[in-house]
């Protein structure tokens, strides 16, 4: 069974650009979320994603907007770049909604942005 | 926002010896997961507990639900060098929209 997907692994961005990623979870689960990792904030809850309705929503700003796809793949996109955005940002899918069950991660995708 | 407090931030052991981390917060979960996260990858799944006082195994690796819901701790035996990585635990609230939150890490490092 294959695990959670994320692409592209790594990427490179200058201040003010855009970025778009992708993240394909495990067959048959329902429901994504995305996280943000930083080595000095930890792990940080974005949005969650579950029949293509947005779920949850953490405390990031606008400029980080996702959606799903009928398949439930999902995609999370960052307007505007910011030197600050530079993070590993991780996908994670559920069979249920983030409310229960396990969640499994992808492989995350580095963003540096200089 | 709901905290999680995890220690140690960081261990430095000998191969072969014991390890204990644990997480707790002034809130009540409902469910704690701990996952270990190899640099460069994402985090993976070592135990999920599901009730308030419950002990489950996974090889070495032993991980308990606090009787009170607000804390969990995760021990590691006999530790081995693939041991080496950053654990997370995440605990889902009881109340509101029940999402996971995450502790900060602990990094174990291993001497041989």
């Known amino acids: 069974k294959a695990g959670v997907t994320q692409t592209p692994r790594y990427l490179i961005k200058t201040r003010g650009q855009q970025v778009t990623l992708s993240c394909s979870p495990i067959?048959?689960?329902?429901?994504v979320s995305w996280y943000q990792q930083t080595p000095g904030q930890g792990l940080q809850f974005l949005f969650e994603?579950?029949?293509?309705?947005?779920?949850n929503k953490g405390n990031f700003p606008g400029r980080f907007s996702g959606r799903q796809f009928s398949n439930s793949r999902s995609e999370m996109n960052v307007s505007t770049l910011e030197l600050g955005d530079s993070a590993l940002y991780l996908c994670?899918?559920?069979?249920?909604?983030?409310?229960?069950?396990?969640?499994?991660f992808g492989e995350g995708s580095r963003l540096t942005v200089l | 926002g709901q905290q999680l407090n995890q220690s140690p931030q960081s261990m430095f052991i000998q191969e072969g010896e014991d390890v204990s981390m644990n997480c707790t917060s002034s809130?009540?979960?409902?469910?704690w997961l701990w996952y270990k996260q190899d640099p460069g990858e994402g985090p993976v799944l070592l135990i999920a507990?599901?009730?308030?006082?419950e002990l489950t195994s996974n090889g070495r690796l032993t991980a308990q639900f606090g009787i009170t819901r607000k804390d969990s701790f995760l021990n590691i035996s006999a530790s081995i060098p693939s041991d080496v990585g950053i654990y997370f635990c995440?605990?889902?609230?009881?109340?509101?929209?029940?999402?996971?939150?995450f502790g900060q890490g602990t990094r174990l490092t291993i001497n041989p």
């Open positions: 994670a899918s559920s069979l249920g909604s983030l409310n229960t069950g396990e969640l499994f």
């Open positions: 067959s048959g689960h329902r429901s």
């Open positions: 994603y579950f029949s293509e309705t947005q779920r």
């Open positions: 809130s009540i979960f409902n469910t």
């Open positions: 507990l599901y009730k308030a006082g």
């Open positions: 995440a605990g889902r609230l009881i109340q509101g929209a029940q999402k996971l939150v």
